[in-house]
């Protein structure tokens, strides 16, 4: 393929990155993942064992990182020191990781994102040698001062986290993107395959999802359907869809050469 996802130097054929918190058990999870074809997956450090209990199963055996490119994130940090030690953290327990998701939330009932806590951890990051993608505001301005940090992609809420709402302010999607050059990828919000083709067709490069995909009846037969949708609005996007019209009447067939004219 020649449309390829490029993320801190490295290429991905797709374009659905999914997160492995909300399955019944790691089964699931791997069979989930598996069919939306994610190359890169989310793991909550705090929440999801990948070492930190040696006792305990770990997500490392059901997907294995010689499979997946794994995404360690910061879910549950409040303030940049807790994502910043969560981050250090993650990247002992799997052999001096650098690419990570950093997330600074608001509050827990929205967990909107706290872009000033986020952006000082950005920085703090970055100077660390971190490949920092980063859940933020759908806002170009401090899009763009997290690019400026030196954030390898910018991840702008479509909505709530958990809430599948869909993209409730497209054109602020599109600002984001008008705004940087680092890949866009819409995060949190996502509920069904329609919004991922939606994010897709306004130009974002990728889409992250968890709670559409793991809490839908059938976690894996969605996560078939949010990899076509991802790919369909990626497509739609490539070929650019017709001008819009209002009220002017243009029959799709030609009018020259009817039968009996």
Known sequence: MDDLLTIAGKSYSSRLL???????????????????????????????????????????????????????????????????????LARELLDDHKLVKLEVLGDPHTLFPNMPETLKAAEV????????????????????????????????????IG?????????????????????????AGVGTASDAAIAMELGCDGVLMN???ALAKDPVKMAGAMKKGVEAGREAFLAGRMPKKYYTASPSSPTSGLIGS
């Open 125 to 160: 990051l970055v100077k660390e040698g971190f490949e920092v993608m980063v859940y933020c505001a759908d806002d170009p301005i401090q899009a763009k001062m997290l690019e400026d940090i030196g954030c390898v992609a910018v991840m702008p809420l479509a909505s709530l």
């Open 211 to 213: 709670t559409a995909i």
């Open 18 to 88: 999914v997160g492995t918190g909300k399955y019944k058990d790691f089964t699931e999870t791997r069979e989930a993942i598996v069919a939306s074809g994610a190359q890169i997956v989310t793991v909550a450090i705090r929440r999801t064992n990948i070492g930190q209990d040696p006792k305990a199963p770990s997500l490392l055996d059901a997907l294995p990182p010689s499979e997946f490119t794994y995404l360690p994130n910061t879910a549950g940090c409040y303030t940049a020191d807790d994502a910043v030690r969560t981050l250090r």
């Open 163 to 187: 809430s599948g709402m869909g993209i409730l302010n497209p054109w602020n999607v599109q600002l984001v993107r008008d705004a940087v050059k680092v890949p866009v990828l819409v995060d």
